[in-house]
């Protein structure tokens, strides 16, 4: 019963319906995704970290997103 539950769980939460479109969470992630990238490139950093994070972020959307906000340090003060 449980095998059953995880694995309709996890066939729910996919991007994408069964004729390929997204589904509501694919729209979730890429309009958080669009939203990170745009963050990265408004933030005060070299170019080589804006380029990692985006990296991150494009390779790895949901996984990504949530290191980018927990790890990226933003908001802390240069002084």
Do not use: E, H
């Not at 995880?6 to 994408?16: A, D, I, Y």
């Amino acid at each position: 019963m449980l095998s059953l539950f995880t694995v309709s769980l996890l066939s729910s939460c996919s991007r994408f319906n069964t004729d390929g479109s997204l589904a509501t969470w694919g729209y979730i992630i890429l309009a958080l995704d669009v939203f990170a990238l745009f963050d990265i490139f408004r933030q005060n950093w070299g170019i080589g970290k804006k380029i990692l994070w985006a990296a991150i972020v494009f390779l790895f959307p949901l996984g990504g997103l949530i290191i980018y906000f927990l790890f990226a340090g933003r908001g802390k003060s240069s002084t």
